[in-house]
């Protein structure tokens, strides 16, 4: 999905658009002209519908990918409530986010998953929620409230 995502933005841009910003399922990639704010979906949790990134457009092209162990329609090995992957590559990033979803299981391993998924070339940042644990690791957009 994130693949696609980066390939239409791409097209886009390669036909003239003067901006881009596709959300595949999640998984965006985005080349703003203005600041762009990404509501980050975290489900049920006590965080619901209040995390965003604002992203800068001197931040871009950039790709956001989101993964969960508790949403959507793809099968999930961890309880994550949410992972969310900051990279160029949007590929990357969401097999990236897919990972850290896979390793939180508990509130307990979400350190040991932001080492794990920082030790992946070319990621940039990355943010995981499970319960009420947040964990912040690399270079992320602003962290602002949803809304």
């Known amino acids: 999905a994130g ?11 390669a036909a003239g658009a003067g901006e881009a910003i596709v959300d595949n399922g999640g998984d965006i990639y985005l080349q703003a002209v203005e600041p762009a ?5 975290t489900g049920a949790s006590k ?17 956001v990918c989101s ?8 099968m999930s090995l961890g309880q ?8 160029k590559d949007a590929a990357l990033a969401d097999a990236a986010a897919t990972q850290a979803a896979n390793l ?3 509130p307990d391993d979400v350190d040991a998953a932001l ?3 920082m030790a992946i ?18 270079r992320l957009p602003d962290l602002v409230r949803a809304g």
């Open 3 to 13: 693949a696609m995502a980066q390939w239409a933005a791409q097209a886009a841009l």
């Open 37 to 41: 704010v990404i509501s980050l979906g």
């Open 47 to 63: 965080l619901a519908d209040r995390l965003a990134f604002r992203i800068e457009p001197q931040q871009t092209p950039l790709a």
């Open 67 to 74: 993964s969960s162990g508790k949403m959507g329609h793809s």
């Open 80 to 87: 994550c409530d949410l992972a969310t992957i900051v990279a």
């Open 104 to 106: 939180v299981r508990t």
């Open 115 to 117: 080492e794990r998924i």
């Open 121 to 138: 070339r070319d990621i940039a940042g990355v943010l995981i929620v499970k319960d009420d644990r947040v964990g912040l690791a690399g």
